[in-house]
């Protein structure tokens, strides 16, 4: 098993920034790609970015393409997700996702075997 605790989540003005992470602990050792997806509230889960197990794979939705940037620390077991230019409409629980093996990034959440619990993020207009 993998647990996935993200981190990083908060409130913040339009325009603003923030950085997540998601840190794994358990059965770490091989690889796994990792993602982040969304969920605003009334909607269905969106899934926002992913990186292959080497990190030289990623995967962008329309959305945050150009805003967003997925990276990796595999000596730390943490990935991380900074946002920049926050708008209203980012506003979500994002949570952390993980596949084990080693793949490239995905964005079919399905095949992900993992997921955190979830950090708010919040972007006041």
């Known amino acids: 098993q993998v647990q996935l605790i993200e981190s990083g989540g908060g409130l913040v003005q339009a325009g603003g920034s923030l950085r997540l992470s998601c840190a794994a602990s358990?059965?770490?050792?091989?690889?796994?790609?990792m993602g982040w997806a969304r969920q605003a509230p009334g909607k269905e889960r969106e899934f926002v970015a992913a990186?292959?197990?080497?990190?030289?794979?990623?995967y962008y939705s329309d959305s945050v393409k150009g805003r967003f940037t997925i990276s990796r620390d595999n000596a730390k077991n943490t990935a991380y997700l900074q946002m920049n230019d926050l708008k209203p409409e980012d506003t979500a629980v994002y949570y952390c996702?993980?596949?084990?093996?080693?793949?490239?990034?995905?964005?079919?959440?399905?095949?992900?075997?993992?997921w955190g619990q979830g950090t708010q993020v919040t972007v006041s207009s």
């Open positions: 990186i292959g197990w080497r990190g030289d794979s990623t």
């Open positions: 996702a993980a596949r084990r093996g080693y793949y490239g990034a995905t964005s079919r959440t399905p095949l992900y075997d993992y």
């Open positions: 358990g059965r770490t050792s091989g690889g796994y790609a």
